[in-house]
């Protein structure tokens, strides 16, 4: 993995651990990646997650989800702020994905947040990616 751009580098496991059916995935710690995770799971995205103890450096291992015929609830999930070209939406700009049924993760001076709360709570900020 790449230390240039971790958000991109936990998205890339999830679609790479979903495509390969896996129940969980393990990542580098770090508390952006957190909140990037307690987002997805409150989203119902994924399930419950812990940050390890491991030697040299902590981790994460998250439990990925999958509906009842064993289809991946997460179908799509891109970056959209690159550390060259970042990506800001102001409070009116955030608008809900596919009629709701997907979200964007949002980083405000109130934290990461999903856009569904970042509304509520008429927030701006970076948005991080988007999950269909």
């Given at each position: 993995m790449s230390c240039t751009d971790p958000i991109a580098d936990?998205?890339?496991?999830?679609?790479?651990g979903l495509a390969a059916g896996k129940k969980s995935i393990t990542v580098p710690?770090?508390?952006?990646?957190?909140?990037?995770?307690?987002?997805?799971?409150?989203?119902?995205?994924?399930?419950?997650?812990?940050?390890?103890?491991t030697k040299p450096a902590r981790t994460i291992k998250v439990a990925l989800k999958y509906g009842p015929a064993g289809e991946q609830v997460i179908t799509e999930i891109h970056k959209v702020s690159t550390a060259g070209r970042r990506e800001y939406a102001g409070r009116r700009d955030l608008k809900p994905?596919?009629?709701?049924?997907?979200?964007?993760?949002?980083?405000?001076?109130?934290?990461?947040?999903?856009?569904?709360?970042?509304?509520?709570?008429?927030l701006g900020g970076e948005v991080l990616?988007?999950?269909?």
């Open positions: 936990l998205l890339t496991v999830i679609r790479n710690h770090s508390k952006m990646k957190m909140g990037v995770l307690k987002v997805l799971k409150d989203e119902g995205y994924i399930g419950v997650f812990e940050a390890l103890e994905i596919i009629r709701g049924f997907g979200i964007s993760i949002i980083s405000t001076s109130r934290g990461i947040i999903s856009d569904r709360v970042a509304r509520q709570q008429k990616c988007i999950v269909k």
